[in-house]
């Protein structure tokens, strides 16, 4: 069983930590944080350090991967770019619930999670480093560019397309042949029922538009800050 690592020791970070030990293809050694300390244990594991210490850590413990466990899309993005510079060749896993129900066809990118209860129907693509959360459900043909997201219990019709770095919220229904572009947000609980231009807010039912919105900007209730801004690191300084 091949040694990856986590990157992100959060709320969300625990779910993605589940899926890997229930789908037990690999063997998680530990957590990448640059909020907490290094040597902070998290549901049993250790915080090994930050990004900057990829290099030592990827020989000490001969990993072979891993997997970006930040809920915020944009974050998750700039955490992606950042280990492209440390380790370029830094190999991605997915992890796939063994509750989820993945049909025929279906395509599932690099650094991708696919939490407890999803459905993913016939012939649905999932690009890389996005998240389907739990009981969220994808019909088929259904397409999410990269770093694009789905909340838990959002339901989604066939034919649909998600643009990169966009999120749907908590418990949204979509109907069929619906088209979302990039960076753009819809609200928790939304009926969306026609297509949302790039960087928006739409929200209600059925969901209009609220207002423009700027790539980067935090969308999540537990965000306190832009997430546009991680820590920096010691070479970046």
Known sequence: MQNIIVFGASGHGSVVLDCIEQEAKYKVVGFIDSYKKKGTEVNGYAVLGSEYDLPFLIEKHQIYGGIVATGDNWTRNLIVDRILKIVPEFKYISAVHPSAQVGKGVQIGRG???????????????????????????????????????????????NFILGRGSAICLGTNII????????????????????VSSCLVVYGAPAKIVRKRIPGEPYLSGNKKSSSVIPLLANEI
Not at 113 to 136: D, E, F, K, R
Not at 181 to 188: C, F, K, P, R
Request: proline share 3%; hydrophobic share 40%.
């Open 112 to 158: 991708s999670v696919v939490m407890p209860g999803v459905t993913i129907n016939a012939n649905a693509i999932i690009a890389n480093h996005c998240i389907l959360n739990t009981n969220s459900s994808l019909d088929h043909d259904g397409f999410m560019n990269n770093f694009s997201s789905l909340a838990p219990n959002v339901c989604v019709g066939g």
């Open 176 to 195: 069929e042949n619906i088209t979302v572009g990039e960076y753009s947000v819809v609200g928790a609980g939304s009926l969306l029922v026609g297509n």
